[in-house]
């Protein structure tokens, strides 16, 4: 079994899954929006992740008509949404390790009183 990130699906068989022509794809790596792995031959390779965000690109374009300029945008904005969730997840941490640190210095402080 492989990873969700783990890139095993080549341009044409991606095309298929998500319905969109192959030009498309490459139209979407060379803007930055999918950029799939290569093998030392050349040949792009998609993970499951890639395909996701394929298809979410697709959602948006024909739903809301978002052009690629938009989804540029958005795109950016998700990336920096799970850079700050990532850094208060990392936050949190602390804080919770700090709290932890503290009460164990009240503790020994209030059994070094009653000794």
Known sequence: MFSREE?????GIVARIVGLHQQTLRNYER??????QR???GTRYYSVVDIERI???KD???KFGINRAGIEI??????????LENKIKY?????SRFKTRGVNRELLEKNRRNS
Do not use: N, R
């Open 31 to 36: 803007w930055g929006l999918v950029v799939p």
């Open 7 to 11: 890139p095993v699906y080549a341009i």
């Open 60 to 62: 948006w374009i024909d």
């Open 91 to 95: 936050l949190e941490t602390e804080l």
């Open 74 to 83: 958005i795109t950016e904005l998700i990336k920096e949404i799970s850079t």
């Open 55 to 57: 298809e979410k690109i």
């Open 39 to 41: 093998s030392p031959g």
